[in-house]
């Protein structure tokens, strides 16, 4: 066993650290890449295992290469460019350790089943439900309260609890009129976290399920969680996927709604199965069921951070708790309404995991097995991409605009080393991941997010009782079509430098470029980065919500009743919200818009009418919009909406996977739409602030 | 159109099915209240069939249709209008889009080799080979 790792890593070392001359290594780097676009055709877990361990030592022999032989040290060098040069070598590094983890992470996702539970339904535990609320309106927190209560679990073994932090009457009013508990607590110490931990006091069911005021869940996820942790008294979660069924900012603002995978979907749909390989999965906050007894050894959710989930999964794996991860969406919510909420919640994050990092370090607490360090670091470290991500925005521009020698080694030269270490790492990154992130969008959302993490990481590292608990807004609108200048600012700066970087670098490179090979490399460099900062400006140009609701696209039986008529006609929904239905109009019924209408959505396993009025009728579709509802009706909504047990299950099903030239063609695509709607708005802007200084510098005279 | 609401519904099932969950023994508590569709202007009295409110349901792959349908088929099977019911439940209308798939009962591929097909293979020496050319170049020339 000893002697082939060890002959394994004397031919890793050799591949790594051999040096070669141009040439030759050139014609490495082309054996490197061939290799792995024909390792790509086998589609196995050992192939993509192999590919993992050809791309790490491809980015191997970049990396030993730069620390060894590109470092500007010596008298032609200046401390300035040793510098920048340690600024980039620093962020290549963390790069590479976030590719190793990333790779270990995810080199083999469970895929774990749910587990049947004992055939005497007497048998089953009591779950105390969760909803905890803050500033939510109720309107936010009544579909997940009505799900709750529709849950397929014995009556009596159920029980639902809003846990009202903000006291508000009319969340008592609503509780008491549907029957669940509506538990308050005299103050708001600890925010979420200590909320839960009072009415962890309160109750005192055997588990534990925890939802989100906005995560509404199907009716069987207690029967596909629960059997988990009845089968294995180890487990003390079980966590699921967060499935959002409204855009994110970047879905909607660049309408890739349902054709790219969203910024979560590599965590929910990957990550966190690969965890669950290393008994690593972690606890989200929502969607979860906890034991509470080992909620109760660890003395209730933590509170010393501001991301509580995480934080309470680390301290039960430390003390020998297991925990484990069903992938299937099994709850749907809201994501987040505009760019500045997304922002603000990823911030909370960031300085969380921070915050984790620098209270409980998952390398240094005892208790944890190897799997479960590199899982929780990882996911830890993921967060302090701000700082290396600025780097290499802005690295071409020190030798295009400075003259530093950041790399000292000729351009082509650079090429030969560094096109292997991105090309396998792209491609394998695309073949472990490419259902969950298409390839250059980490870049996109990374960069839109790491000026704003940078400053609250730092902080939280340096200091982990800085830092507050915000809530994230749910519910709002976006209500009219805007340029977000705030969170765009800082890009306007990056985006402007890029563009005097690749003009200088073209002025450069037509007069009498020194080194030609080194200047088209920084501005290819630099034109990539124009690309990604241009990405993340078209992310800032806030598109207008059309409709109040978010609509779900979905084909459910119903029957209607349209106007007077007293015929009942069996039809298809297109689309459903909580406001409204869009269904296939049956042949030969005339109606206008204004017409009332009543619908029973799914009639085989409900009787309940809702009322409507007709708003549009077109191409053979109507519209109707829903009039205010009794509780009754509210719920049948809200079960034939987001109560079937496999409403979210094909959502992953309908997108393309990853390929990645086709990736960096919408990328780009996104980049040049971002700059130029970016030039369009800046020039707007100039024209606008010089006609307002010159109609201030002669004012036009009044007329009598 | 008039009759009751046709054809079977069924999420879990359809869940449990598109996950091979076959053995996972789900339990469904609350009854489902189907709703009566009235023929023309008389409502029709609805009989729901009575079961137990922890009806266990095991879905192995393939299941009968008749035994989804079961809920929400009537019980007045003597109705004038039973052809009409019997029609609408036979509609299925799924709430989940699959592709239909097909089971081609195809033989194995194997490869064909000469033995099995029971040609012997003989191996000819230079000598063999040269003669019977020369063998054939000479009854060529007598030809």
């Not at chain 1, 529709?150 to 549907?178: M, T, Y």
């Not at chain 1, 430390?318 to 919510?333: D, E, L």
């Not at chain 1, 009219?480 to 705030?486: A, L, V, W």
């Not at chain 1, 269904?583 to 009543?598: M, N, Q, S, T």
Request: hydrophobic share 45%; with cysteine.
């Amino acid at each position: 066993m000893l002697l082939p790792l060890l002959a394994a890593l004397v031919a890793a070392y050799m591949i790594v650290a051999t040096p070669l001359p141009l040439e030759w290594q050139a014609l490495c780097a082309v054996g490197m890449v061939a290799a792995i676009l024909l390792m790509r055709r086998v589609r196995s877990r050992p192939m993509l295992i192999a590919m993992m361990v050809l791309s790490l030592l491809a980015s191997s022999r970049y990396l030993y290469w730069r620390i060894t032989q590109t470092l500007p040290v010596g008298p032609q060098h200046d401390a300035w460019d040793l510098f920048l040069a340690s600024g980039l070598l620093l962020a290549e590094l963390y790069a590479y350790v976030i590719l190793l983890f990333g790779f270990l992470q995810t080199a083999w996702p469970l895929g774990r089943k749910p587990v049947p539970l004992p055939a005497d339904d007497r048998l089953w535990p009591v779950v105390d439900i969760f909803i905890p609320s803050y500033n939510e309106p109720l309107k936010v927190v009544r579909p997940t309260v009505l799900a709750a209560l529709s849950l397929d679990w014995p009556r009596d073994k159920l029980r639902v609890h809003v846990l009202d932090d903000g006291r508000r009457e009319d969340f008592r009013r609503f509780c008491e009129q549907v029957g669940v508990a509506h538990i308050t607590r005299p103050d708001n110490k600890h925010a979420k976290a200590g909320n839960i931990n009072a009415a962890l006091k309160k109750t005192n069911g055997e588990f534990v399920a925890i939802f989100d005021c906005d995560h509404i869940p199907t009716r069987s996820f207690l029967q596909m969680t629960v059997g988990t942790m009845m089968a294995d008294p180890t487990v003390s979660l079980v966590q699921t996927p967060h499935h959002f069924f409204s855009p994110d900012p970047f879905e909607r603002n660049l309408n890739t709604f349902r054709k790219v995978p969203n910024e979560g979907e590599l965590f929910y749909g990957l990550i966190q199965d690969g965890n669950d390989f290393w008994d690593a999965s972690f606890f989200c906050g929502s969607c979860a069921v906890l034991r509470r007894t080992a909620l109760e050894q660890i003395g209730g959710i933590a509170t010393e951070t501001v991301t509580e989930d995480a934080h309470t999964s680390l301290r039960m794996h430390a003390r020998g708790w297991t925990s484990a991860y069903i992938n299937i969406p099994q709850a749907a919510g809201l994501a987040t309404e505009s760019l500045s909420a997304h922002v603000g919640q990823r911030i909370r994050w960031a300085r969380g995991m921070a915050q984790i990092f620098r209270v409980d370090n998952p390398f240094l607490m005892r208790g944890l097995k190897l799997g479960q360090r590199i899982c929780y670091a990882n996911a830890m470290m993921h967060f302090f991409y701000g700082l290396p991500r600025l780097i290499f925005l802005t690295s071409p521009l020190g030798y295009l605009l400075l003259g530093a020698d950041i790399i000292a080694a000729q351009g082509w030269m650079v090429l030969a080393y560094a096109a292997p270490h991105v090309l396998l790492a792209t491609v394998t990154n695309s073949a472990v991941q490419g259902k969950f992130r298409h390839s250059f969008w980490s870049e996109a959302y990374e960069t839109v997010l790491a000026l704003f993490i940078l400053w609250p990481t730092l902080l939280a590292f340096i200091n982990p009782k800085l830092g507050k608990f915000n809530v994230t807004a749910k519910g709002g609108i976006v209500d009219r079509d805007y340029f977000d200048k705030d969170i765009a600012r800082p890009y306007y700066f990056l985006f402007l430098a890029n563009v005097v970087g690749l003009a200088v670098g073209a002025v450069r490179l037509f007069t009498h470029a020194e080194h030609a090979d080194t200047v088209m490399l920084n501005i290819g460099w630099t034109i990539y980065n124009l690309l990604i900062i241009g990405c993340a400006l078209a992310v800032a140009s806030e598109a207008r919500q059309v409709r109040r609701s978010v609509r779900v696209r979905v084909q459910l039986p119903a029957l209607v009743r349209i106007g007077a008529d007293a015929r009942t006609h069996e039809v298809t929904t297109l689309d459903v919200s909580d406001r409204g239905v869009a269904i296939k109009l049956p042949e030969g019924v005339r109606v206008a818009p204004g017409d009332p209408i009543r619908i029973i959505l799914i009639p085989q396993r409900s009787d309940v009418w809702l009322r409507g009025t007709v708003r549009r009728v077109a191409h053979g579709v109507l519209a109707l919009e829903l009039d205010e509802m009794n509780m009754e009706q509210e719920s049948a909504l809200v079960n034939a909406l987001y109560g079937r047990a496999d409403a979210w299950l094909q959502w992953r099903d309908t997108r393309a996977v990853d390929r990645p030239l086709v990736a960096l063609r919408e990328v780009a695509r996104f980049g040049v739409l971002g700059g130029y709607r970016f030039a369009r708005w800046l020039a707007e802007e100039i024209v606008s602030r010089l006609s307002g200084r010159r109609s201030q510098s002669h004012p036009q005279a009044q007329s009598p | 159109m008039s009759g009751k609401p046709g054809g079977s519904y069924n999420d879990v099932g359809s869940l449990i099915d598109q996950l091979g969950l076959g053995a996972i023994g789900y339990r469904e508590f609350g009854k489902p209240k189907p709703a009566a569709m009235p023929v023309a202007d008389r409502p029709q009295p609805v009989t729901a069939r009575a079961e137990s409110s922890a009806a266990i349901r095991s879905f192995p792959a393939g299941r009968d249709e008749e035994e989804t349908t079961a809920r929400v088929r009537p019980a007045a099977s003597g109705s004038p209008l039973a052809f009409t019911f019997e029609r609408l439940r036979r509609q299925a209308i799924g709430s989940s889009v699959r592709a239909p798939t097909l089971t081609l009962a195809l033989p194995e591929r194997s490869a064909v080799s000469a033995e099995a097909l029971g040609w012997g293979r003989r191996q000819r020496t230079w000598a063999e080979i040269f003669a019977e050319l020369e063998a054939a170049s000479r009854s060529r020339a007598v030809a």
